[in-house]
């Protein structure tokens, strides 16, 4: 086998058997799992009324799930379309860390700009931490074409996923349903806890799951922001005043 | 400006590119944008985590709470306990997320079962 390093002249053939690997990344059990997942994500839409068409366009445009999960959910209680921007925007916020610490990993010697700004499209939780894990290990000219292989991969079999369970939801048994919607929350829980960087995200995380809910009824429409904003902050004081007295 | 508003078929997809894509892609491109020049430990970056975290945690509260469709039809404190079960799993696994999902899962079915 020849080493893709030495050979720069020859990356287009070499970037289509890495973008090829990146396919098959996909097919793993993180990917499995955030299949699963978007099954649940497909019943939750429908049941909150969206259009299969919508759904799926949803899927493709947004692709992070917390921020759709959001987006439906702001949506079902009738919110404004600046509200359901803030929240989304509030939600969505993590991705810009998550990019600044995987761009880097990415980036080749000769990586045009516009690429990594394509490819940051497909950055949501689950390509992130297959990604951050598994980058030192591909060449770095190989890397975009890697990464782009996955990603693209993720996004339009989840479209796929979305549309034909969107159709099949209503034929399945009550129980099964009530699993699907399980699947949500239950991922979110785990993986987010997971890729959690400080112990302050904890902490914000235990903050939004009892604020969260204390809220709804009080303040409907506004409880995910005053979650948000509220536990955040006071995790971010726990995050300061931890490293003082430490 | 809510979702039904305009009797249109292009608003709800208008309204998914503003609230969903723009809201999500446009901090990508920011992360893209600033990537070598900001530190992942700076205050700011610390904030961000926290706060988006925070709702994010909220969604999930409410998700676990205040359900739709059928998970609506089942009590409150099944899906606590579920949900609960599978996070001390989850952790016990050694942060195995499909662990935690099955564990999960398991508790609501048995309990759907033992209650219907």
Not at chain 1, 35 to 51: D, E, H, M, P
Not at chain 1, 177 to 191: D, E, V
Not at chain 2, 67 to 83: D, K, M, N, Q, Y
Request: glycine content about 10%; proline content about 4%; overall charge positive.
């Amino acid at each position: 086998m020849v080493n893709a390093d030495d050979h720069p002249e020859g990356v287009p053939a070499h970037g289509f058997r890495w973008f090829l690997r990146g396919v098959r990344t996909a097919f793993s059990i993180p990917g499995l799992i955030l299949v699963s997942t978007f099954i649940g994500f497909a019943s939750l839409a429908k049941a909150a009324g969206f259009t299969l068409v919508e759904t799926v366009f949803m899927t493709g445009a947004i692709w992070a799930l917390p921020a759709k999960v959001v987006l439906v959910g702001a949506v079902q209680v009738g919110s404004s379309l600046p509200a359901t921007t803030l929240a989304v925007a509030l939600s969505s916020m993590r991705l810009m860390p998550m990019v600044v610490a995987l761009i880097p990993e990415m980036r080749g010697p000769r990586t045009r700009r516009w690429v990594l700004y394509l490819l940051s499209h497909f950055i949501a939780v689950t390509s992130w931490v297959l990604a951050m894990e598994r980058l030192r290990n591909i060449p770095r000219p190989m890397r975009t074409a890697w990464y782009a292989g996955l990603g693209g991969t993720l996004v339009v079999a989840n479209m796929i996923v979305v549309g034909i369970t969107y159709v099949a939801v209503d034929a399945l048994p009550d129980w099964v349903s009530a699993a699907l919607l399980l699947l949500t929350p239950i991922y979110f829980l785990t993986s987010l806890w997971g890729s959690a960087r400080e112990r302050a995200t904890h902490v914000a995380m235990a903050l939004g799951l009892i604020l969260g809910p204390a809220l709804h009824t009080i303040l409907p429409g506004f409880d995910l922001l005053i979650a948000g904003i509220a536990g955040g902050a006071l995790a971010f004081l726990f995050h300061k005043f931890g490293r003082r007295a430490a | 400006m809510t979702f039904d508003a305009i009797d249109s078929w292009w608003w709800p997809f208008l309204y998914i590119l503003v609230a969903g894509w723009l809201a999500t892609d446009g901090w990508r491109f920011l992360g893209v944008a600033f990537s070598g020049r900001i530190s992942e430990q700076s205050d700011a970056i610390v904030m961000v985590r926290c706060i988006a975290t925070a709702l994010v945690a909220g969604v999930i509260g409410n998700l676990i709470v205040f359900p739709g469709g059928a998970l609506a039809e089942t009590s409150v404190l099944l899906r606590i306990g579920a949900a609960a079960a599978g996070f001390v799993c989850y952790l016990l696994a050694r942060r195995r997320v499909i662990v935690g999902i099955l564990v999960a899962e398991a508790i609501l079915g048995a309990g759907l079962m033992l209650g219907g």
